[in-house]
């Protein structure tokens, strides 16, 4: 199967992006790159087709994201972000689909949701919610976009520092996917 897995913000300089900055310095770009290429790998390895839409520090605008996604067609686009929010208490995983998106997109972020909380039981699951993030709305095909932590707490910054994490993220982004898949 083919599909886009969309590393959320990056590159450098004027143009670029970070993302939120965790505490000590972590950027969002760099964690959501090194999960993006992982999940990758296990689909190339499973036998499937994955494209993304940065495979190195570089800033895509989110019309770029879009445009080429739906110029390369697949079955589903995932982008991979981590939460930010002004409370650095603030922690959880969730996913959201497109406010006026199709059911194969709610179903999609309900798979990936359910695989999530069998992997990763002591996260806080703060669940499947809709929303208009440009990514997931201007897409021509299931989407959803995944916050795996919030890099702004102290107490999760470092959980996403830890690459091996990134491996257990992309796993289960993965199994998500499959499951969805054969659902």
């Known amino acids: 199967m083919k599909f886009i897995i969309d590393a959320g913000h990056g590159g450098n300089g004027r143009n670029g992006d970070p993302g ?9 770009k760099d964690v959501n790159l090194s999960i ?8 190339m390895m499973r036998g499937h087709f994955p494209v993304l839409t940065r495979m190195r520090d570089e800033f895509q605008s989110l019309k770029y994201r879009t ?36 059911q194969a997109s ?18 806080v699951i703060r669940g499947h919610k809709k929303s208009g993030f440009y990514v997931i709305a201007k897409t021509k095909m299931p989407a959803i976009l ?4 919030f890099i702004k ?10 690459e091996k994490n ?3 993220m992309a796993e289960t982004i993965m199994a998500g996917i499959e499951a969805w898949i054969e659902s």
Not at 20 to 28: F, N, Q, R, V
Not at 36 to 43: E, G, P, Y
Not at 106 to 123: G, I, Q
Not at 146 to 149: F, G, I, P, S, V
């Open 20 to 28: 939120a900055i965790g505490p000590t310095g972590l950027k969002e």
């Open 36 to 43: 993006a290429t992982r999940l990758a790998s296990i689909a």
């Open 67 to 102: 445009d080429y996604a739906n110029r390369e067609g697949g079955r589903c686009f995932v982008s991979i972000h981590c939460n930010s929010f002004t409370s650095p208490t603030a922690h959880g995983f969730e996913v959201f689909s497109y406010r006026a998106g199709s």
């Open 106 to 123: 709610s179903d999609l972020a309900e798979c990936v949701l359910s695989v999530w909380r069998l992997s990763f039981p002591s996260h």
């Open 146 to 149: 995944l916050e795996t932590a």
């Open 153 to 162: 707490n102290p107490a999760w910054e470092p959980w996403l520092r830890d």
């Open 166 to 168: 990134h491996q257990a």
